[in-house]
């Protein structure tokens, strides 16, 4: 697979603003590194987590990125009851 100019690395430079800025002129945004983080759940949430994980096929931690990932884009939507 062979990438064009403007998609090489070698043109890529890192800012302050989290942009990298290209040969040309233009920017685009540099992917982020991932964080750990910690939270406190009670251990029935995690129960409840995990069961929904099982059913859905997934590791408990990815459902609960992805569930965090829709919060966050607006892909998720909070029933009201």
């Given at each position: 697979?062979?990438?064009?100019?403007?998609?090489?690395?070698?043109?890529?430079?890192?800012?302050?603003?989290?942009?990298?800025?290209?040969?040309?002129?233009?920017?685009?945004?540099?992917?982020?590194?991932?964080?750990?983080?910690?939270?406190?759940?009670?251990?029935?949430?995690?129960?409840?987590?995990?069961?929904?994980?099982?059913?859905?096929?997934?590791?408990?931690?990815?459902l609960m990125y992805s569930v965090l990932k829709k919060f966050l884009s607006?892909?998720?939507?909070?029933?009201?009851?």
């Amino acid at each position: 697979m062979s990438t064009s100019t403007s998609d090489s690395f070698s043109n890529y430079k890192p800012n302050s603003n989290g942009l990298t800025c290209l040969s040309g002129g233009q920017t685009k945004k540099r992917p982020l590194k991932n964080k750990r983080v910690n939270i406190r759940m009670t251990e029935d949430d995690i129960l409840a987590l995990k069961e929904r994980a099982i059913d859905e096929g997934l590791p408990y931690q990815t459902l609960m990125y992805s569930v965090l990932k829709k919060f966050l884009s607006g892909r998720l939507v909070v029933a009201k009851v």
